[in-house]
């Protein structure tokens, strides 16, 4: 039972889901999104406010102006790609305070909420919180 417990604990404090997130942003908490996916993958569709920083591309450089004492939450595609897994490791290794989100964006939209980019889908909004 105790390995259980610390397992839960550990668990929950490395990832997130999409309604956890959404409610998260929606009462304006320290989070920054980070898509680890490719640019081009970005370009088409992300979560809103999301900045992309490709996996393969994380370095101090590249992260260097980002706040410290935010919270990163790295996403990919959904459970079929481990971008998200690679990106939090990358920035835990930078120094972050890292979550990965469960079932990236896939789960995210599933969960009903709206993406921004060219491909863009319709959702709950970030804005309006509805």
């Not at 595609?77 to 305070?97: E, H, P, Q």
Request: glycine share 8%.
């Amino acid at each position: 039972m105790k390995d259980q417990l610390k397992y839960y604990q550990e668990k929950l404090e490395n990832e997130t889901d999409p309604s956890d997130l959404f409610q998260a942003l929606s009462n304006k908490e320290a989070i920054v999104v980070v898509d680890a996916r490719s640019t081009s993958a970005f370009e088409v569709e992300h979560i809103p406010g999301a900045v992309n920083i490709p996996h393969r591309e994380m370095s101090h450089e590249k992260t260097q102006n980002l706040d410290k004492d935010s919270l990163y939450v790295v996403y990919c595609d959904g459970i079929g790609c481990n971008a998200s897994t690679k990106g939090a490791l990358n920035m835990v290794k930078l120094g972050f305070s890292v979550k990965e989100l469960m079932g990236g964006l896939d789960w995210w939209k599933k969960d009903g909420y709206q993406t921004e980019g060219s491909g863009a889908s319709t959702g709950k909004d970030l804005l309006c919180a509805c």
